[in-house]
């Protein structure tokens, strides 16, 4: 299991300025949030990719600027527009090569535009097919305000999909959709390949790790007891903490739980 940061906590920075911030600081593993068209070009990305190889950090996953579109895009029965969207987001599989990620984040269909099971889950089988291509992992998201959102679907992704169901377990997105963080990996166990991590209580749902009520050891205690072995990222919004020295100290603290978790 590896601890990392977002480059998503300290937008709206620029990408290169942010990931450069969390390495200076002592981040050394990051996801990547692209943020616009142009941060796709070959040559942005292997700009990115030799900042991290001068840090000697490493890209486990990306996050890709068109999540909002994906409802429209990929589940209106416009058939066209998914062969669109599909080549599209081959442009993303190709950064990840460049940049060594290979875990892509997936939001998908909003709740309130639900569509069939069924049909949900082939479209998010061709797209988890293109990503294979690349040797990319397309892993659901589960987003309050998506039809992602809740257990039940995604016990039933499982069942559809098997080992081609991949998630996300974004613990402030499981609180906000009235989920339990614990009931989701215990229930879906190697299915969660990545997790995105943030402390919750009284003071809002999205706090730096232990300024809330989220007993997050016991809970990377538990993800370690179900196998997995993805990376946890800090993902906090930049209105929730001061400056990169709280990131780097979750960051930190993050780590010495799970060598404490290891070493038991």
Not at 26 to 36: A, P
Not at 119 to 127: K, T
Not at 195 to 223: Q, R, W
Request: glycine share 6%; hydrophobic share 40%; net charge negative.
């Amino acid at each position: 299991m590896r601890i990392g940061v977002s480059t998503a906590c300290l937008y709206p920075d620029l990408l290169e300025d942010s990931l450069v911030n969390l390495l200076d600081s002592g981040v050394n593993h990051v996801e990547i949030f692209v943020n616009t068209d142009s941060e796709l070009d070959k040559k942005f990305v292997r700009k990115i990719a030799d900042i991290l190889n001068s840090y000697d950090a490493t890209c486990k996953s990306l996050h890709p600027y068109t999540c909002a579109m994906e409802p429209m895009m990929f589940f209106s029965n416009y058939e066209r527009r998914v062969v669109d969207v599909l080549e599209y987001y081959k442009k993303y599989f190709e950064a990840m090569n460049i940049l060594g990620a290979d875990i892509f984040v997936f939001h998908g269909n909003k709740a309130v535009l639900q569509t069939p099971d069924e049909f949900y889950f082939e479209i998010f089988a061709r797209l988890v097919n293109v990503g294979k291509e690349f040797g990319i992992i397309v892993a659901q998201e589960n987003v309050s305000r998506c039809q992602s959102s809740t257990l039940r679907f995604q016990k039933a992704m499982c069942k559809a999909l098997g080992e081609d169901a991949k998630f996300i377990l974004d613990t402030k997105q499981a609180i906000r959709s009235g989920e339990c963080p614990f009931e989701t990996v215990c229930e879906l166990k190697q299915h969660i390949v990545h997790v995105h991590i943030s402390d919750y209580g009284k003071k809002g749902d999205c706090l730096p790790i232990g300024n809330g009520e989220f007993e997050v050891k016991t809970f990377m205690a538990l993800l370690h007891d179900v196998g997995f072995d993805g990376s946890v990222m800090l993902e906090l919004y930049r209105h929730n903490f001061n400056d990169v020295n709280d990131l780097l100290d979750n960051f930190n603290t993050l780590k010495e739980m799970v060598k404490s978790i290891e070493e038991a």
